[in-house]
């Protein structure tokens, strides 16, 4: 068949995007927790001290907009489909 290689290939190309986002999930959720317990030097540059309270909210948003797996492998296998759609 056919769309059995597309579809292992989206498959595996998910599985890899979708680990991928759970490191980089990870990663932000760490470098929040830090934010969250620091405060910035008292030397600090005032810029440096006016952004820290924006971080937070900047990074718990980039966290929300993760996609699902779900989200992943149904993008992936339209990208997929439409290029096989192209190349027929």
Not at 66 to 73: K, Q, R
Request: with cysteine.
């Amino acid at each position: 068949m056919q769309g059995e290689p597309v579809t292992q290939d989206v498959t595996e190309m998910a599985a890899v995007t979708n680990a991928w986002l759970r490191d980089v999930g990870r990663l932000l959720q760490w470098v929040e927790q830090v934010i969250e317990h620091s405060q910035p030097l008292g030397d600090a540059p005032a810029d440096v001290k006016a952004l820290v309270p924006l971080m937070l909210p900047m990074i718990r948003q980039c966290r929300a907009q993760v996609p699902t797996s779900e989200m992943i492998e149904a993008w992936l296998r339209s990208v997929a489909e439409s290029r096989e759609a192209v190349e027929v």
